[in-house]
Structure formats: C-alpha cells, structure tokens
C-alpha cells in the first residue's frame, strides 16, 4: 500500500481536531445550553453555519485569510516562520471550523438534559461549581462526549473540497486520504482508489456503530 | 439562631418575611399551595437570589455586601423530588455527600442505620420505590453534616402507607439526632405529629408563629380559614411499653392513654400526638365493655356548628384542649352544653 502516508495524516488531522475542539467546543456548548443572553441564537446560527455552507465558500474565505497579506496570516508569519495557507496548522484550523457544529451539537443536547435541579441539589451536598462540572455534568453527558468525539472525528476524515482548498496536495503535510482518492481516480488507478474508499467506508461505519450501540444501550438500562 | 429579613417578588408574587428561630426543634412552615413555603425554603439554601439578609448561629449568610453560596451554608437540602443522582447507585449518592461533607457530629454508620438504607445500598436509583428514595435522600442530606436541616414536604405524592412509614422514620430522626429542621408542609396532620414550633404563611407572609399547640387551637377556633385543621395537638408522658402488645402506655395528667408502639421513646419522655377530630368520641357516663382504649374525661369548653349539620367540641383535659368532631343529631341528643362533664374516647391506632 502505497498511500499509508495519506491514511497517517488523516489520522493525525482528525485526531488533532477533535482533541482542540473538545477543549473550544465544551465551553462553547456550556454557554450556548445555558445562556440567556440575547445574542445567544446568533452565536447559535454562526456554529451550525459550516453545516449548510458549500466547503469552497468556507475553504475560499480562509484562504484570504490565511494569506500573509491578511492580518491573522501575518500574525502566522511572524511567529512561525511559515504560512498557514497548504500547511498542516492550516488544514487543522480549517478542519475545526468545519466540524464545530459536530462538536458543539451533540454537546448542547447533552448539556440541556441535565436537569438543573440536579444541579442544585449537588450545591446544597456542598460541590463548587467545578467539582458539579467534573463530578456530575461530565459523568451525565458521557453519552454526548462520546457521540460528539466520534462524528467530529469521523466527520474531519471524510472532508474534501475546504482540504482541497486550504492544503492541496502536498504529500506528508496536507495529503489526506480523501485527495488520494481523488487523485488515484484521475490517475485512473481504480484499485487503489477502491482500497482506500472501501477503508473509509468500513471506518465510518464502525465509528457510526458505535455511537448508535453505545445510545442503544444507556436506553436500555434506563428502562 | 437563624434571622431572615427577605424580599423576593416574581410578577404577581412577593415574597416578604421576617423570621427569627430558635436552632433547636423541628419548626413547620405551613400554609397553603402557592403561599411561598418553598421559595422561603430556597431562598434561605441560597438557591434563589433574594434581597435581605440572613444570618445562622452568628454566621452571616446573606446581606447587602455577602450572598453565600449554596455549597458554603451548613444547610442540608431534602427537595420535594428527591433529586438522587441517577449516574451514580445509592451508596454513590451517599458516598457524593460524604466526600464533600464538613466536620460535624453525625455518624456515616448511625445514619444509615437509623434510616434503614443499609439493605439498598448496591440498588441502583431507578429501582427504589417512592418511600425508599425519599429515606436515601434524607440520608444523604444528613450525610453532608448539616447545621440546618431543610425539607420541602418530605412525604408528598407518597402512597398512604410510605407516608406513615417515612412519618416514623421523621419522628425518630429529630429524637435522634436533634438536629434543628424547617419542615415545609400543607398538611396540619404532618405538622402536628412532627413539630415542635410553626410559622403559618399566606400570600407570601409570615401570618403567625410560635409553639404547634396553641397554634393549631387557635387555627381550630376560625374554621373559615384557608387553612382550618381539626383536631388538636396534646403532650402526653411515656409511661411504659407493652411490648406484648405493641403499645406505648403514655400518662396524660393522671389519666391513661395507649398508642401504637413508640420503641424509641424511654419512659418519663415527652411524645407529642395529634388527635383529629373526627376520631374523637364523645360519651356523657364513662362507658363500659368498649374496645376503646382511651377514655378521657373532661369538661365542654366549648360547640362550634361546622358545614353539613357537624359540631365541634372543644373538651378541656386537665389543662390540654381536645376536639371532637359529631353530628349535630348526636349533640342535640346528648343535650351537650358547655360545662358538661364527658368522657372522650379515643382508639388507640388513631394516635399513630
């Protein structure tokens, strides 16, 4: 197999994803589960955005914006010496905008069904606020950590038209196994096209497996 | 001591009270639905941010410049739904307590003993039935060493039989650990078999307060009240167990009285009964062969016609007041007048 390099990186870029995002997106969530702000249904709407954007939109925007003639890009530039357009940050910071709602969704629904009086009840047992979060939300939305991980996960493996904008191709550094693919059947290299594909395939089904048995199960013993 | 001075208003509602308790005894606060017992009771747990102040055994919890919050006051909570933690089994849920509880008296072991929580401890929270939920729950708030109990109407929507199995539980609590309680309730029967002192609220008011007996008479002589319980609250001395029989045989100034078995109490203490006026029978010579237990004899203080042709009477025992509920029929035949000498008749179960 010729493209392990291309399967490697996806694994990084995914991983790396959902790992940043799950320190940005529970908070996020929190906020978004409980505030009564009344610029909340904006920030609401900015998060589920990448759902419904065509990837080249997004992908095309952050390209400006990753130019060293943008100010973010000059930022870059200066502190690292290199650009963040076609290099592994870039694809990363692409990747958690894309899959944020994939994040910050399944977080918000778990967040919202703690019931607050459980909260309470926590406070008057003597729990800071901290410890309520360590102790009660986060064994409570277990369910929703898990779902969330695992379809940003998934979700970032899967992309293609932002990847392909932001990183292109450059083996190693913004190869994934999505541009592979593409480039195989352009190269009408139909068999290793169909080893990767049918990878993603299996990769996408398990994970989804999993989040539906795991749901399956916490219903169950709630009966 | 706990002092509150609050204020509190939610569109049409307001809260306002102005209380002083002493720390010892179960205090009831008690009213009808809506009347704010349980927004007090929130208020003073620091659930609810409230203007005013409150301050407990010279700790200041609440005023202009310091709101406590909920995890600093030494006030266990017992809510009105339990809120057991469902992640977590029932030792879990006590064990939650326990790591987070401060320095105090109370024993883990005598809690759980004295709760009889010990055969629930591996079950898991879904499985526990109404009445065992609500004894976790009152262990668990015992657990976290409070100086300040708090229940928000610990025996709600349970069934007939749990209530009076978590009334016993109740009862040898505050014999127990003596721990100074607010017990919301609507229900007098509750409030007069459990507390020692009560405040009756209305309309977010505080409308009157001091000890449960000359309270309930008082609330028992304006029937046209919201809250018009009927029956009457007496003080009796335990004077021996029959344990034969399980009856706790109690001295009420000279006189005999028999009530289902109190184990818990010793002899020569104190145990307070409520008396409902409809389990009152009333008698002009003292009756023989009866298979009533308790007979009283006192004098008629005083008749009250009630809705629906009833009558009640107010019987003077020794220096305590009993009620008697009977129909108009039964008073106008026994020609019963104020000054009457008669004989109050009482079953024994009627005095659980």
Redesign the interface.
Known sequence: MTEINAVWLTLQLAGTTTLLLLLVGTPLAWWLAHSTNPIRPVIEAITAMPLVMPPTVIGFYLLLLFSPNSALGEFWFTVSGSTLAFSFSGLVIASMLYSLPFMVQPLVNAFASIDVRLREAAATLGATPTDIFRNLILPLSKRGFLSACVLTFAHTVGEFGIVLMVGGNIPGETRVISIAIYEQVETLNYAEAHILSAGLIALSFIALCAVYLSNRRSALRLN | MLTATLNHSISDFSLEVDICLESSGVCAIFGPSGCGKTTLLKAL???LPTQGQIHFNGQCWQDQNTHL????RA???V?Q?N?????LNVAGNLH??RQ???QGSIDYQDVIDTLGVQPLLSRTI?GLSGGEAKRVAIA??LI?QPQLLLMDEPLNGLDQSSKREILGYLRRLNRHFSLPTLYVSHDIEEVARLCDHMLVMNAGRVIDQGRTAPIIEKLNQNSDQAVSPVGSVIHAKVSGHLTDYSLTELDLAGHKLFAPIQSELSIGQNMQLFLPARDVALATQNPQGLSIRNNLPGIIDSLHAEANDRVRVAIKVADQMLFAQITRQASEALALHRGLPVFALIKSVALD
Request: with cysteine; net charge positive; proline share 8%.
């Open positions: 747990a620091g659930l919050p909920a995890c600093q006030a266990g909570f809510f739904d809120r057991l933690f469902p992640h939650f307590a987070r509880a401060a879904t668990r708030a976290s």
